[in-house]
């Protein structure tokens, strides 16, 4: 029941009268503010628009719509291997990741079962994809609540990552590395990879979780402003369809790579019995953006073990299923150096011929750093997809952010983007 608060009269108010409050008393008018675009923990790509009473939030309306960039349209006009450069530049904090699930998804299609050499290739780069979106999520929450240092800290060590994907590709932050069935080349030299990727596991990125974790989990500033904020319920997470650390950290049991297994995450993935990599599913329950941080501190520390498994366990032969084919394109040296390499490229790039397509429609999709990224194809038996709908993570999870903000300060407002860790790229497709 509604009720008078005298001024002079001192009352004790229990947490459901504050509720009460909140919801039914007008405590004056409404200040509209826009936060974002160019607001720094916006990233200048994201806009809420806020009505705040006082200081708190009494209402969020996201908008998205600052990049244009209509990335499923354009996958209506490109062949199965060129779309992969539009895939790199959708979540463009781990491209590698989206070049792996869009290839995992196009094979799937085809009925295409890739080498062993290339799944261990592609396992180890999707988590080392894994841990340099991650590496960025928890130094730019930190960051965007005034720990500069975390930030440092996690970003020094994606510089190393980004060489490490300059290597294999030739391209630093847009690798568009995999192809129909294999990779657009060869990794130049075994050794010097698996010595690459040794540094980073044992020691870099280990290094930089520990000074993340010493500087953050039992930060008392950082833990007042992350510790319930943005709390997210476990029936919330999946009625809302909430997938990735979004989820785990509200206490949903759910990893594509342990429900619906791929790559080395299965048994067998050499064809002679091996077994998948062992690694656990890091689960808590608060579904805070403080939880949403452990998550993903733990899931670098998963990765790390799944990559352990695979760095010397690096299969010989090729890396293309269509090695011996027409379907694959031919070594730039033959391009170069020979009519007939010429001719076999000019074949694959301006008449696609080898293509067979079925005409058919398929969704598949793989656990990225964010969630579940998939990709719903309808091919109608052409060299380039009929129609291509995706299923991005952040524009999932973006949707929460007015249930998760509203009721909180404004200054809580910086904690929750950065718990959900919106790449906007991922809004306008």
């Known amino acids: 029941m509604p009720f008078t608060i005298k001024p002079d009269e001192a009352l004790t108010v229990d947490t459901d009268t504050i509720n009460y409050l909140k919801d039914h008393v007008d405590t004056g008018d409404r200040w509209v503010l826009n936060f974002g675009p160019q607001h720094p923990a916006t990233h200048t790509t994201l806009r809420l628009v806020l009505e705040l009473d006082g200081e708190r939030v009494a209402r969020v309306t996201p908008h998205i719509g600052y990049l244009h960039s209509g990335f499923e349209k354009l996958g209506e006009s490109l062949d199965y291997n060129q779309y992969v450069t539009i895939c790199s530049r959708m979540d463009y904090l781990s491209p590698i990741a989206n070049d792996i699930a869009w290839h995992g998804a196009v094979e799937h299609l085809f009925g295409i079962e890739i080498t062993p050499r290339c799944k261990v290739l592609r396992t180890i780069m999707a988590e080392i994809a894994r841990i340099q979106n991650h590496l960025l999520c928890v130094g730019a929450a930190g960051l965007d609540l005034n720990a500069f240092t975390g930030f440092i800290y996690a970003f020094n060590v994606r510089e190393d990552i ?12 847009h690798p568009d590395w995999t192809r129909v069935g294999g990779l657009m080349q060869e990794i130049p030299d075994d ?65 594509l790579r342990k429900d619906f297994p791929y790559l080395c995450y299965a048994d067998n993935w050499d064809g002679q019995g091996a077994e998948a990599v062992k690694f656990q599913v890091p689960i808590t329950t608060g579904g805070d953006a403080y939880c949403r941080y452990l998550v993903r501190v733990e899931e670098l520390k998963q990765s790390i073990k799944i990559i352990e498994q695979l760095i010397d366990r690096i299969p010989p032969g090729p890396t293309d299923v269509f090695a011996d084919a027409k379907m694959a394109k031919p070594n730039k040296k033959e391009v170069y150096g020979s009519i007939e390499g010429l001719i076999h490229h000019f074949e694959i790039i301006m008449t696609n011929r080898g293509w067979k397509a079925p005409i058919a429609e398929l969704y598949s999709a793989q656990e990225t750093a964010n969630g579940e990224l998939g990709y719903f194809i309808v091919a109608d038996g052409g060299p380039r997809p009929w129609r291509v709908r995706v299923r991005p993570p952040c524009f999932i999870n973006y949707q929460l952010m007015a249930k998760l903000s509203e009721g909180h300060m404004l200054a809580d407002i910086p904690a929750v983007i950065g718990s959900i860790n919106v790449v906007a790229a991922e809004l306008d497709r």
Do not use: C
């Open 162 to 173: 980004y060489d490490l994907v300059d290597y294999i590709s030739g391209q630093r932050f």
């Open 191 to 255: 050794e010097t990879f698996k010595k690459l990727v040794k540094t980073l596991i044992r020691e870099k990125i280990p290094q930089a979780v520990a000074d993340l974790e010493n500087l953050l989990n039992r930060n008392r500033i950082f833990m007042d402003r992350t510790q319930g904020i943005g709390v997210l319920t476990h029936d919330e997470a999946i009625a809302w369809s909430a997938t990735g650390p979004m989820a785990r950290a509200s206490g949903v049991k759910r990893d």
